[in-house]
């Protein structure tokens, strides 16, 4: 499901972009909070899209060992990459982010543009930084979960990475 939302949001980029486009070299008009509203839904795609990428196991990685290499092995560098990449990364990002999100709530921000998003736009999508962040630490700790596991032979590891679900021993 979330996978789905995210490409309609795409194709609503893409028709919106072309309305955009439209507008401004047929017609000549130009409409400010449109335009924003494709940034903004771009933005959307990425942030929200990041966890369910890594849910189906399909976020950048440098496997060239790691395809080649034993299900254990694999585990170990899951739970590696986990514990000193994402958890931190993502911890830090939802902190981090909480006083801009925050403050962006507490004065009402609505657009700098004349023409733009009005409030609450703005705040709603700077409320998607932090919520990224939990939802990959929450995706984070479920892969976790995962690989230890598949180290603890609890589940049989996966055939391939991304390849379909492991059954209980």
Do not use: C
Not at 19 to 44: C, K, N, P, T
């Amino acid at each position: 499901m979330p996978g789905s939302v995210m490409a309609w949001l795409t194709v609503l980029m893409v028709l919106g972009t072309f309305v955009i486009v439209v507008l401004r070299y047929v017609f000549d008009l130009g409409w400010i909070a449109m335009q924003e509203s494709i940034v903004w839904m771009h933005a959307a795609v990425f942030m929200l899209g990041a966890s369910y990428t890594l849910k189906h196991n399909e976020h950048v990685r440098v496997d060239i060992f790691y395809r080649r290499t034993t299900a254990e092995r694999r585990a170990w560098v899951n739970v590696a990459g986990t514990v000193v990449f994402l958890l931190p990364l993502a911890g830090f990002v939802a902190v981090t982010s909480w006083d801009y999100v925050s403050t962006s709530w507490a004065i009402r921000e609505a657009s700098r543009e004349a023409g733009g998003l009005p409030f609450p736009f703005v705040p709603i999508m700077k409320s998607l930084i932090p919520a990224t962040a939990v939802l990959l630490m929450l995706q984070g700790i479920a892969d976790l979960i995962g690989a230890v596991l598949v180290l603890t032979r609890a589940v049989k590891p996966e055939a391939e990475p991304g390849g379909p679900p492991s059954e209980a021993i």
